[in-house]
């Protein structure tokens, strides 16, 4: 992997960057007309664990596709003459794929929600002001009941503003559509794979099973969808406060 500053050398820190590079500097990038106070903290580039997230999204899309085609089988099975032993092997395959959905989801969670930390570090960088949460938050909000369905959203959004090159802009031209789509496909993935697990789990029939397995493969496409829009997040977050940076950088040098 080349390094994320110089685009020349293998990048060698957690933070994408090689040996020559140095982390990126805290510079002022207050607009004309702003309060000129330098910023707290230190820029760290969040390159490197976006590529982590990346990858585990990746493997969570490959469970899901698992999780699907497994329960596509026990439902074909259902509307059949079956066995014992083929009931048994069906359940077993669709409980190991639930085992895999289940370790690739917690795996991400926790790797996310470290990047989701970084960017939300960073964003005190650029405009403290616009941070209507701590940073604490960004790590404390997923596990909030029923904050959890509204606070990641917004302090995303407020990371989202703080990493425009405009913070205090309209933000017509960058604007945050993308996580409000993200975070609705999140939460009705939550809400479909809640309702296809209590349907398999009582399922006593086996016209109750084909109905359970029809509900984890309508949550299975959802959750691929949700994945696949946090990626998009993750790309674009980390691309805005990497280039903010380092335009940031190139204008202290001058």
Avoid at 118 to 125: E, L
Wanted: net charge neutral; with cysteine.
């Amino acid at each position: 992997m080349l390094c994320s500053n110089c685009r020349k050398n293998t990048a060698t820190t957690d933070d994408g960057l090689c040996d020559g590079c140095p982390a990126v500097p805290v510079v002022d990038l207050t607009l004309p007309g702003r309060p000129a106070e330098r910023r707290p903290g230190v820029l760290r580039a969040p390159v490197g664990l976006s590529y982590a997230v990346v990858a585990l999204l990746c493997i969570v899309v490959a469970a899901d596709v698992f999780c699907m085609f497994a329960a596509a089988g026990l439902r074909n099975l259902m509307g059949t003459a079956y066995s014992e032993t083929d009931l048994e092997q069906a359940l077993s395959v669709t409980d190991a794929a639930g085992v895999v959905q289940g370790v690739a989801q917690i795996a991400t969670a926790v790797v996310f929600i470290i990047w989701f930390h970084r960017v939300r570090a960073n964003a005190d960088v650029f405009a403290p002001d616009l941070q209507r949460r701590g940073r604490g938050w960004a790590i404390g909000g997923w596990f909030v009941p029923f904050g959890n369905f509204y606070l990641p959203r917004a302090i995303a959004a407020d990371i989202w503003a703080a990493s425009r090159q405009d913070p205090y802009g309209t933000g017509k031209q960058e604007p945050h559509t993308i996580i409000n789509v993200w975070w609705i496909a999140w939460l009705v993935s939550n809400l479909v794979n809640g309702i296809a697990g209590a349907q398999y789990d009582m399922a006593q029939t086996a016209d109750e099973v084909q109905a359970g397995a029809d509900a984890f493969i309508v949550g299975g496409l959802v959750d691929i969808g949700a994945a696949l829009l946090a990626v998009v997040v993750v790309r674009r977050l980390t691309r805005m406060q990497l280039t903010k940076a380092m335009r940031g950088a190139e204008k202290a040098a001058v």
